[in-house]
């Protein structure tokens, strides 16, 4: 396994606690609707466990795989989507669950696939956002916590697909 974890940037349970507030916005905001869950493989996988337990009105679900980043911490620029949904999201008031914003470039070629399936909305949920990073503009409706340009793992996210069972999310050297 790859590189060592420098700081612990949010232990288990600020994330807990963050979540189960996003949890509760979320609920309110749908209330007297239904919610299908895009969960983005696979750095998502750990938060869209947790979240969806703290949505109150009735949830569907399903996953998506896009890849952009190989086992490098730079964002190799072009995005594929490897695994699409199963069924047809028109009219359905979708929710998008990623793990990390960082370029813009996964959720942006996502969003392009999905918005023209016709859903009756479609929003994006992350847990962390790294705004300095930014190359496409995405608009993000609920955002767990905005980070500083630091490669972190943890809570679903990966080097080199290690770290992903990491309960916390830390801040990784991969020289280290
Ligand atoms: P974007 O397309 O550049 O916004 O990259 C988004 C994807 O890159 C995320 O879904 C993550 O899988 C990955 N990624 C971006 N930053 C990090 C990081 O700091 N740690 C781990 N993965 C990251
Ligand atoms: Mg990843």
Do not use: W
């Not at 749908?30 to 949830?59: E, N, W």
């Not at 479609?122 to 955002?143: E, G, H, N, W």
Request: aromatic share 8%.
């Amino acid at each position: 396994m790859k590189g060592s974890i420098v700081e612990v940037l949010f232990t288990h349970e600020q994330i807990q606690q963050r979540v189960a507030e996003l949890g509760s916005q979320i609920s309110a905001d749908y209330q007297g609707k239904r919610v299908f869950l895009v969960c983005l493989l696979k750095g998502s996988i750990v938060f869209t466990a947790d979240l969806m337990r703290h949505i109150t009105p009735p949830v569907t679900m399903d996953v998506m795989r896009a890849s952009s980043y190989g086992s490098s911490t730079t964002s190799a620029g072009s995005v594929k989507i490897q695994t699409d949904l199963d069924k047809d999201i028109t009219g359905l008031d979708v929710l998008i669950i990623e793990d990390i914003v960082d370029t813009g470039r996964t959720l942006n070629r996502t969003l392009e696939l999905l918005k023209v399936r016709h859903p009756n909305s479609l929003r994006i949920c992350t847990m962390l956002d790294k705004p300095s990073r930014r190359v496409l503009d995405i608009d993000i409706a609920y955002t767990g916590f905005t980070i500083d340009d630091h490669f972190v793992v943890g809570y679903g996210l990966d080097y080199d697909e290690y770290y992903r069972n990491l309960p916390y999310i830390g801040i990784l050297d991969p020289n280290g």
